[in-house]
């Protein structure tokens, strides 16, 4: 064992399984031991480790230099890692929480997005940290941020499901010469049902594939995230309960999305649900329906019907987070609904 990696980060080379934030942190020190042109920047990343401890060690590892504690100025840092992009550098930008993209949007969508189009070269940059709600976390740590850049071509999006996913989806954005916007959802990170032993070798996992997480019949059920979790105990308990089989993929990423795999599914099954923890009006649900309608709809044997979060601003309040994010039974129900079509 190599006395100065933190025993932490080794877990994969022992056998040992680990949660998804684990499986990030791994990533991201194996992309920065195999790349000296790999550093990362952020509030709190450093001395402290970062807010959910994923760059915990890192700053005795690979030095001030490479482990970039930031002011609170995400526009500026944000900014500053698309200038070491330019000199052949790969950023890795952690923000503390994704709520607080909001500053650097300018930045994003107006000049590291245009970037490699405009003939300025390649913008390896991956801006990356915690999304999601179901923490109590209330409106201002608990957003999903993925239709705010979905809109915006030069962009790729990344929302991984399993520690697995994780690490190789983000290997594989961090070695992308194109900007990437990396959700992790922070209920995920150390949920213990998703603790995996991951390969000893190095792997990546291809942006732009959508996983088949569940082979079915009755009904496609398209989700990404935690929301995936959802829909696999929808599936179980529609098998228990009533013969039903839902076949259910998983985006991983949603820009590029892989419409030709949903619209192989729903080919097969011929009714759609789509589940994301994002809120309803211009989430990814309606652009799903649309591309289906256009490429399947001879195909289809009843509507699209989509499972969302409602449009308001997450709740602080327990049960009124409870009631405004999509649960199990919602999925249960609507995949009932479209099997009896």
């Not at 603790?195 to 569940?214: F, N, Q, S």
Request: aromatic share 8%; with cysteine; hydrophobic share 40%.
């Amino acid at each position: 064992m190599d006395r100065e990696t933190p025993v932490h980060l080794l877990k994969t080379k022992r056998g040992e399984p680990v949660t998804l934030l684990e499986a990030i942190s791994e990533a991201l020190f194996e992309e920065m031991s195999r790349d000296d042109r790999v550093f990362l920047m952020g509030e709190d990343i450093g001395v402290y480790g970062g807010a959910f401890k994923v760059t915990r060690d890192f700053l005795g590892h690979f030095g001030p230099q490479r482990v970039i504690d930031t002011p609170i100025a995400e526009g500026g840092f944000t900014g500053a890692a698309a200038g070491a992009a330019h000199m052949g550098l790969r950023p890795v930008v952690e923000m503390q929480f994704m709520d607080f993209i909001s500053p650097a949007y300018d930045v994003i969508t107006n000049y590291i997005a245009t970037s490699h189009y405009r003939g300025a070269g390649p913008m390896p940059l991956v801006i990356r940290g915690p999304v999601g709600g179901g923490n109590r976390g209330g409106p201002f740590h608990s957003q999903n941020v993925e239709m705010a850049f979905f809109h915006t071509p030069g962009l790729k999006i990344v929302y991984p499901s399993t520690a697995y996913d994780a690490k190789g989806l983000l290997k594989a954005a961090i070695r992308d010469d194109n900007p990437v916007i990396f959700e992790e959802h922070k209920g995920l990170y150390r949920a213990p049902a998703l603790r995996e032993v991951l390969p000893d070798e190095d792997y990546i996992v291809p942006l732009g594939k959508a996983r088949t997480v569940r082979e079915g019949t009755d009904v496609t059920v398209v989700s990404y995230g935690a929301m995936v979790h959802k829909c696999v105990e929808a599936a179980d308990i529609i098998e228990q309960e009533d013969g039903g089989s839902l076949e259910i993929l998983d985006l991983r990423t949603l820009l590029p999305l892989d419409e030709g795999a949903i619209v192989e599914s729903v080919k097969k099954t011929g009714k759609l649900l789509i589940v994301h923890e994002d809120t309803r009006t211009g989430g990814i649900a309606g652009e799903i329906a649309i591309r289906v309608s256009e490429k399947a709809f001879e195909w289809l044997d009843g509507p699209i019907l989509r499972v969302t979060a409602i449009d308001a601003p997450v709740p602080y309040s327990g049960s009124l987070e409870d009631y405004f994010l999509p649960q199990t039974d919602d999925v249960v129900t609507a995949a009932r609904y479209l099997a009896a079509y």
